[in-house]
Nanobody, 115 residues
Framework: QVQLVESGGGLVQAGGSLRLSCAASGSTDSIDVMKWYRQAPGKQRELVASITSGGTTNYAGSVKGRFTISRDNAKNSVYLQMNSLKPEDTAVYYC?????????WGQGTQVTVSS
């Protein structure tokens, strides 16, 4: 089992920055891909960014150039640096990890961007 705990969410002005962190614990060996998703009320959960154990990254077009995903395999952590935030970035952000045939989700952290 893997447990994921997000932190770093909060309220920020448009144009500002936040850095989200996700710490994995439990059976953290062989975690391959880690991702950040987000979901606004009434909307589908959306993939924001992903990163493999080898460091290959992918981003949603809406955040490309503004967000950066990174990970520290030794610390079993993944991060999302969010710059130039926009009100449309407002959502609950969820950390995701895949290990073997199982996937795991964090509890989510709220990000609110004011105009």
């Amino acid at each position: 089992q893997v447990q994921l705990v997000e932190s770093g969410g909060g309220l920020v002005q448009a144009g500002g920055s936040l850095r989200l962190s996700c710490a994995a614990s439990g059976s953290t060996d062989s975690i391959d891909v880690m991702k950040w998703y987000r979901q606004a009320p009434g909307k589908q959960r959306e993939l924001v960014a992903s990163i493999t154990s080898g460091g290959t990254t992918n981003y949603a077009g809406s955040v490309k150039g503004r967000f950066t995903i990174s990970r520290d395999n030794a610390k079993n952590s993944v991060y999302l640096q969010m710059n130039s935030l926009k009100p449309e970035d407002t959502a609950v952000y969820y950390c995701y990890a895949h290990r073997g045939f199982s996937s795991y989700w964090g509890q989510g952290t709220q990000v609110t961007v004011s105009s």
